[in-house]
């Protein structure tokens, strides 16, 4: 791997997904309230898209030779998302996800920038469709909260 720049922001995002995944999973089995159907479905929606980033930024590490994190140890120690406390309400959920995506949005950009420096379209390209992706999610979770 020629830029351990890059590996180490790849891996970052995957720790971050990593963590998404399962925060995703905690709110879609302990929502509740009179909208339960729709975020208990829209929560789903979100984890197996997480499922899909972490596979989708992992393997694409391991073509440009690079060693993605594959453990939930490692991957909490990396994250700068936190975990669900458990506490959450179902506001307090979507702001929750909404805030993470806001991190995640600008990890994402700032790991193009380093490819793009790099001369790693590819990875760029990837990391560019996740962005697009998740500025429609901010923007339909910040309007279920009436923001």
Request: net charge negative.
């Amino acid at each position: 791997m020629a830029n351990q720049a890059l590996e180490k922001q790849m891996n970052l995002l995957i720790a971050n997904w990593t963590t998404m995944y399962t925060k995703l999973h905690n709110f879609h089995w302990y929502v509740k309230g009179h909208n339960f159907f729709t975020l208990h479905v829209k929560f789903e929606e979100l984890y197996d898209e997480a499922a899909g980033y972490i596979d989708d930024i992992a393997e694409r590490l391991l073509s440009i030779g690079g060693k993605p994190v594959a453990t939930l140890r490692e991957s909490l120690e990396l994250a700068s998302i936190k975990e669900a406390t458990g506490n959450e309400s179902p506001d307090d959920m979507v702001a929750a996800i909404v805030a993470d995506f806001e991190v995640l949005d600008k990890e994402l950009r700032e790991g193009m920038s380093i490819a793009e420096e790099a001369g790693d379209e590819a990875t760029s390209d990837l990391l560019l469709g996740v962005v697009s992706t998740l500025e429609k999610h901010r923007w339909m979770l910040n309007a279920y909260l009436g923001k």
